[in-house]
């Protein structure tokens, strides 16, 4: 199999930043997007990966997987839940998905297998997050031991960000000449467009840009017309 790169992209800053990790990494005719349409509530995030595929031109396929909205019970899928931190330092936010993680990793690798992609690029964190448990390197180096014993074959996943607080984040993106992209991407929990600016995303994302001493491009430039929207 070729070193080709499949990366996952949500359509926010920190997978923007790993696809064109993944870009410098791979070569730019050695890497494809992957996005889960999970019938989340802001399909914003839709138009938004969409809109970042085709500023670098890389082959890009939206993947529905609608189960999450169906099981419910969380901030990001059902529009009854208000998105929320936890009042309790050891509980979970509201905007944790239970499983997110783990299922887009599973089928991150079954579109890889069909299409010979041995490499799997994603934005998971542990430093600056928001405290999810399928964000842990343990948890992804555990799930990629059983998908590739499941799949009969050697994935690779590599997460740039996995130790990065927000701010190297924002420094690695410009770095990688990723900055311009950022205009497009969204990470407001309230679906905003301009962000709301006081949701837990938006203020993790306004503290990385400010420690790195960098303008927010989504803030500083015109709000771009991203794409029809996606039904």
């Known amino acids: 199999m070729s070193q080709r790169a499949l990366a996952i992209l949500s359509g926010g800053q920190d997978s923007t930043t790993c696809l064109f990790w993944a870009l410098k990494r791979f070569g730019t005719n050695h890497v494809e997007a992957l996005t889960f349409d999970y019938d989340q509530r802001h399909r914003i995030e839709l138009h938004s990966a969409r809109a970042v595929a085709a500023l670098v031109n890389v082959p890009h396929t939206i993947l529905p997987i609608n189960t999450f909205a169906a099981i419910g019970g969380n901030a990001l899928t059902d529009p009854g839940i208000a998105p929320s931190s936890s009042d309790t330092p050891s509980a979970l936010p509201n905007t944790f998905v239970p499983g997110r993680n783990l299922v887009f990793l599973t089928f ?55 130790h990065a607080t927000k701010k190297e984040t924002v420094l690695l993106a410009q770095n990688l000449g990723a900055l311009k992209s950022m205009a497009l991407t969204h990470t407001c929990y309230e679906g905003l467009r301009p962000p709301c600016g006081t949701c837990p995303a938006c203020r993790l994302r306004a503290k990385g840009f400010t420690e790195a001493g960098i303008s927010d491009p989504l803030l500083d430039s015109p709000i771009p017309q991203i794409i029809q929207p996606i039904s």
């Open 108 to 162: 991150a690798g079954a579109f890889a297998y069909q299409r010979g992609i041995t490499h799997l690029v994603a934005g998971m964190a542990q430093t600056d997050y928001s405290g999810y448990p399928d964000c842990r390197e343990n948890t992804l180096e555990t799930l990629m031991q059983a998908i590739n014993l499941g799949m009969e074959t050697e994935f690779t996943l590599h997460t740039p960000l996995m």
